[in-house]
T-cell receptor, first 112, second 115 residues
Framework: AQTVTQSQPEMSVQEAETVTLSCTYDTSESDYYLFWYKQPPSRQMILVIRQEAYKQQNATENRFSVNFQKAAKSFSLKISDSQLGDAAMYFCAYKGYSKLTFGKGITLSVRP | DADVTQTPRNRITKTGKRIMLECSQTKGHDRMYWYRQDPGLGLRLIYYSFDVKDINKGEISDGYSVSRQAQAKFSLSLESAIPNQTALYFC??????????????FGPGTRLTVL
């Protein structure tokens, strides 16, 4: 079975600085997708970024980028120029041939 | 209008009561899912449906049942609610696609409290 591990329950970043959220996963599948979802206090689950495992190039979406290390099964999210609106819980998720598997999430706070 | 809607948004009920959570979508997706979120546990899959005639159990289906009334509607029922079913419940949809396919789109969630 696939597992997703987010080992840090909380992180804090100063506004305008850069922060990296870590995620590791375990799988025996060769083709899969990885996602980062954001859950602000409104509790809505918002897709931030996705990465296809067959693509070597790291995905980017404006201030959000990932560092995808397939051999190490690592998928970290980098948030540049952090803003107050980035404060939320972030979930890493894995999607292979079966269900979407989530990590336990990390709470990110942004200091003004 | 939101693509995936859930009703009610918040519900407080008592132990032993039957309760239904409803989900509707206008995205035209075939696949629908129910998850629950508990603090420190992330989201866990309760049931999923790949089309109207296809219903499958997820990892935590005990105590729950579902009904796929139409392509656009997927309901979750708690036949006899218990306090440890207090959680945030999400409905999600996705397109039918290749294995490992596209992302899932989530509704706004239903906060359920069982006293």
């Amino acid at each position: 079975a696939q597992t997703v591990t987010q080992s840090q329950p909380e992180m804090s970043v100063q506004e305008a600085e850069t922060v990296t959220l870590s995620c590791t996963y375990d799988t025996s599948e060769s083709d899969y997708y990885l996602f980062w979802y954001k859950q602000p206090p409104s509790r809505q689950m918002i897709l931030v970024i996705r990465q296809e495992a067959y693509k070597q190039q790291n995905a980017t979406e404006n201030r959000f980028s990932v560092n995808f290390q397939k051999a190490a099964k690592s998928f970290s999210l980098k948030i540049s120029d952090s803003q107050l609106g980035d404060a939320a819980m972030y979930f890493c998720a894995y999607k292979g041939y079966s269900k979407l598997t989530f990590g336990k999430g990390i709470t990110l706070s942004v200091r003004p | 209008d939101a693509d995936v809607t859930q009703t009610p948004r918040n519900r407080i009920t008592k132990t032993g009561k039957r309760i239904m959570l409803e989900c509707s979508q206008t995205k035209g997706h075939d696949r629908m899912y129910w998850y629950r979120q508990d603090p420190g546990l992330g989201l866990r899959l309760i049931y999923y449906s790949f089309d109207v005639k296809d219903i499958n159990k997820g990892e935590i289906s005990d105590g729950y049942s579902v009904s796929r009334q139409a392509q656009a509607k997927f309901s979750l029922s708690l036949e006899s609610a218990i306090p440890n079913q207090t959680a945030l419940y999400f409905c999600a949809t996705s397109e039918q696609g290749l294995a490992g396919g596209p992302e899932q789109f989530f509704g706004p969630g239903t906060r359920l409290t069982v006293l």
